[in-house]
């Protein structure tokens, strides 16, 4: 019996050691996006989240992670386009602009409650892809949307990536997963998507005035080769096959917050 505990103790370590990793590296990309580079993503992800927020409907949209996109910055807000009266963020920590604090594989939010949720690179960065998925489509309702931004493989940066990796530092040593990959999973747990497009096609350049210079590779990018963009977005939806019939009932809104956590609180935190 003994050995079992300390084999327990250990995997609770480990847990624990992984999510304080998690947290570091998470940190400094959200302070990577402040560079001049960052913010030139930034906004290229801003104009891509205009375009498909705008057409998605609903109650409640949480944004995991990346806070200081939210609000207004240099790149402007994220969700201005979002007609989703009431919009949460959830991050590691708390600070401004976050209304939840949790881990992203762990959501204190009530099963079937969301309309919307966007992850802006959480599985990039995240050890278990999978699990934060799979949380995802418990929170979601049915016909929900989840919105995913990602580094994409298939590019210019992650040949940078290539001789950048070894200072493991972001958005170097995020994970690059491909999108038809995440496609694959989003389709096991039954979403269909409806969306997919590349963004940004100019090349990991910090320097102001060089990548001025290489505006024309938008244009040129987003004509002939699509899908080599540094980044990529999906926007799926949940699919729930019902076999029987069920007649509408009217309640009042959906409960948002986890048992155990002060509404009150959040509510005064409400983006």
């Known amino acids: 019996m003994f050995p079992k505990f300390v084999q327990g103790l250990k995997r609770t370590f480990q847990k624990h050691q992984q999510v304080i990793d998690e947290i570091k590296v998470w ?102 892809p999978h699990q934060v998925l799979r949380e995802i489509d418990r929170v979601l309702i049915a016909e929900g949307h989840v919105v995913i931004l990602g580094f994409n493989p298939w590019s210019i940066w992650n040949i940078s990536r290539q001789f950048l990796f070894w200072t493991k530092q972001a958005p170097w040593n995020a994970r690059f997963l491909a999108a038809s990959r995440v496609m694959d999973w989003l389709s096991l747990l039954g979403f269909e998507v409806v969306q997919r497009q590349g963004y940004f096609y100019k090349p990991p350049i910090q320097n102001e005035n060089i990548i001025k210079k290489l505006n024309f590779f938008e244009k040129i990018g987003q004509r002939f080769w699509p899908d080599f963009g540094a980044g990529y977005v999906l ?37």
């Not at 009217?250 to 155990?260: P, Y």
């Open 27 to 128: 940190q400094q990309f959200q302070f990577w996006y402040a560079s001049s580079l960052g913010q030139r993503l930034a906004y290229s992800e801003k104009q891509i989240l205009e375009k498909y927020l705008s057409d998605l409907f609903g109650y409640y949209l949480l944004q995991c992670g990346c806070p200081e996109l939210k609000a207004e910055n240099k790149a402007g807000t994220w969700l201005k386009s979002s007609r989703v009266a009431t919009q949460f963020c959830l991050d590691y920590e708390v600070k401004q602009g976050v209304s939840i604090h949790s881990c992203f594989d762990q959501l204190p939010v009530k099963s079937d409650s969301l309309d919307i949720v966007i992850l802006p690179h959480v599985l990039d960065f995240s050890a278990n």
């Open 235 to 271: 926007v799926a939806k949940k699919r729930v096959e019902t076999l029987t019939p069920i007649r509408p009932r009217w309640r009042s809104r959906r409960q948002v917050v986890a048992n155990g956590l002060n509404a009150e609180t959040i509510n005064r935190n409400k983006m």
